[in-house]
């Protein structure tokens, strides 16, 4: 059978939130490369600028989105309205793109976020073969399986006994209930609605994961017998194709500020794109950072602490604790500063991306997991691939020191740093041509020729 020689064009729809855009397009970058059209549709949110890296992008949105008001309910339950919101509208969007794609171009497939569930109906309507796009990783796919089919009273009982939170979960060892993608901020109602849109694939023809074998094999293998489609893990993705989406304005001046600095002597700290810090926790960071004695770079995302914009609300202290050896800045090139010799470790929120480039560049971490996926992957970081340490509970600037030191001075982390750099090799020969997550793309694309060269 011959290969079609046509040019097929692949439509992503992506979550309007950094941590799920990034991801997205460096999918869509990888695709492109392999010789497909991009078209990415948006909401009114967040939305990816066609910049020089994405030139040959086709980008539209779609309208009736929601009111600016509805943008503050919170992360969850902005999903589950966004969803009520676009399915009728996400349909027109995509029987305009039908009309207008002449056959030399036609659409392969919508690949859509798992949070994106509104696709499933287009797709089926207009029988357009679709692939979900899971931007965390198989153990918290499983994971939401597992919370999916919960019963919520009975579960929530369950978590109110200290012991059971940290009692191991069976089958997925070394996660323990407390580890569970859940959230204080939702309730678990809410969050078992929006996991069973999820991990209910509809019509899907298979589902990528930005994740590699060598980080979470078994996690893998049981997602793929759950399933009845493929799994391809291509990741991690921002090794395969770079690809610049950041929706803040980085700031480039702390890149000199680490050139003054001694090699693997900074603590890192990021926090993400939507976590929220309290004043008193801000305050005990900063001091048990300048009592570890080390240098360090500090991301405060504008609106990151309440009833401020940025850090002018915070007492004098905060400025005296952090002028000696801190540097603070609203928005950092996270990866250029991962990759920087003086970067000795990441005090991190472990969303899933900011996970993987600390682990693409062989950093170790500090975990301060807030919400979700993040839980579990501070699970791993700490006790699969041991390259780092987990804050829990109260913030006090005694642990913080001591996590500071054990990362950047002791023994213990000089142990972590090169496992650290060992799982780097492991990853970058998986997205090397002939390794696991290169192949695996290969895979995926080679299914999409053979369907549309039928």
């Not at 309910?73 to 207008?100: D, R, W």
């Amino acid at each position: 059978m011959e290969k079609t020689k046509v040019k097929k064009r692949i439509v992503l729809v992506p979550v309007p939130a950094q941590g799920h855009v990034t991801p997205m397009m460096q999918l869509g970058k990888a695709l492109y490369l392999k010789g497909f059209s991009i078209t990415v549709v948006q909401t009114q949110y967040n939305r990816v600028s066609s910049s020089k890296d994405f030139s040959d992008f086709q980008f539209i949105t779609i309208p009736d989105s929601l009111p600016d008001s509805l943008i503050n309910l919170g992360a969850l339950q902005f999903l589950i309205k966004l969803n009520q919101t676009c399915e009728a509208s996400f349909k027109h969007c995509l029987g305009q793109l039908l009309q207008e794609q002449g056959n030399d171009d036609a659409i392969a497939c919508v690949v859509y976020d798992e949070y994106m569930y509104f696709s499933k109906a287009a797709v089926k309507e207009f029988q357009i073969p679709s692939v979900v796009f899971s931007t965390t990783n198989a153990t918290a796919f499983v994971c939401r399986s597992f919370l999916a089919k919960v019963n919520a009273d009975k579960f929530l009982i369950d978590m109110k006994d200290s012991e059971m939170q940290d009692k191991v979960f069976a089958g997925l060892h070394p996660l323990r209930y407390k580890d569970l993608p859940t959230s204080a901020f939702v309730p678990l109602e809410s969050i078992i609605k929006i996991y069973t849109e999820t991990v209910n694939i509809g019509t899907a023809s298979a589902v990528i994961i930005n994740s590699a074998s060598c980080l979470e094999s078994l996690s893998l293998a049981r997602l793929q017998q759950e399933l009845d489609v493929p799994v391809y893990p291509v990741g991690p993705l921002h090794i395969a194709a770079t690809a610049p989406s950041s929706l803040l304005e980085e700031d480039r001046s702390c890149i000199e500020w680490l050139n003054k600095q001694k090699p693997s002597s900074v603590i890192y700290i990021s926090l993400g794109s939507l976590g929220l810090m309290e004043t008193k926790d801000v305050l005990e960071m900063a001091q048990g950072l300048k009592n570890s004695n080390q240098p360090f770079l500090w991301v405060i995302r504008p609106g990151s602490i309440p009833t401020s914009e940025w850090t002018e609300s915070l007492p004098d202290e905060f400025s005296e604790l952090v002028s000696e050896r801190g540097y603070v800045v609203k928005w950092a090139p996270q990866m250029e500063v991962l990759r920087h010799s003086a970067v000795g470790g990441f005090w991190s929120h472990c969303g899933w991306n900011s996970t993987l480039e600390s682990l693409g560049e062989g950093v170790p971490m500090i975990c301060r997991p807030i919400t979700g996926d993040q839980r579990v992957n501070a699970r791993y970081v700490e006790s699969v691939w041991r390259i780092g340490v987990q804050l829990e509970g109260e913030l006090e600037k005694g642990t913080v020191e001591s996590a500071v030191k054990s990362l950047l001075v002791d023994e213990e982390g000089d142990e972590m740093r090169k496992r650290a750099i060992d799982l780097k090799e492991k990853l970058k020969a998986s997205a090397r041509n002939g390794g696991s997550s290169c192949s695996s793309l290969e895979d995926f694309v080679n299914s999409l020729k053979m369907k549309t060269s039928m």
